[in-house]
T-cell receptor, first 108, second 115 residues
């Protein structure tokens, strides 16, 4: 059974303190690994799709990377506005399977 | 204007009542999805529809039904609401014509409370 596991569950950072979030997946023949950002009370907002091991994508202070078993979301020099829950998902039979998310809090 | 809209945004209802959540989209996407989100459990798929005539159960469809009235509209019904259906409900869309990309785009959500 496809499983997506995210760690840590919560991450508290000081502004400017870089860190990484982990997403591990078990699906074989990965068709895509997705990262979303979710603010409280809002729907998830699409960030990135990664398709193959070694691929990297960047957006402002966020960089996503992919290996054969896991993906990392690196947050470089975060700001308070980067506080959110970050969700990852893989795709199996055209359906996304989501992890439980990592809640990031960045203090000024 | 939002591409994916959901109504109502908040709803409180009593056990045993029938309730419908509605989703409309202006993205022109052919695929639509309903998820529920519970703290610590992430998003779980309830139903999905690849076109108006193609509706499929997700991993947690018991107690729910759906209707795809048009390409742009997908409704979720709780026939007889129970307290453990209290959750955040999200509608999402995707486009099968994007050559292998499967990104889904989410609405703002409906917060449902069953008392």
């Amino acid at each position: 059974e496809d499983q997506v596991t995210q760690s840590p569950e919560a991450l508290r950072l000081q502004e400017g303190e870089s860190s990484s979030l982990n997403c591990s997946y078990t699906v074989s023949g990965l068709r895509g690994l997705f990262w979303y950002r979710q603010d409280p009370g809002k729907g998830p907002e699409f960030l990135f799709t990664l398709y193959s091991a070694g691929e990297e994508k960047e957006k402002e202070r966020l960089k996503a990377t992919l290996t054969k078993k896991e993906s990392f979301l690196h947050i470089t020099a975060p700001k308070p506005e980067d506080s959110a829950t970050y969700l990852c998902a893989d795709i199996n039979d055209y359906k996304l399977s989501f992890g439980a998310g990592t809640t990031v809090t960045v203090r000024a | 204007d939002a591409d994916v809209t959901q109504t109502p945004r908040n709803r409180i209802t009593k056990t045993g009542k029938r309730i419908m959540l509605e989703c409309s989209q202006t993205k022109g996407h052919d695929r639509m999805y309903w998820y529920r989100q519970d703290p610590g459990l992430g998003l779980r798929l309830i139903y999905y529809s690849f076109d108006v005539k193609d509706i499929n159960k997700g991993e947690i469809s018991d107690g729910y039904s759906v209707s795809r009235q048009a390409q742009a509209k997908f409704s979720l019904s709780l026939e007889s609401a129970i307290p453990n259906q209290t959750a955040l409900y999200f509608c999402a869309t995707s486009d099968s014509r994007t050559g292998g990309s499967y990104e889904q785009y989410f609405g703002p959500g409906t917060r449902l409370t069953v008392t």
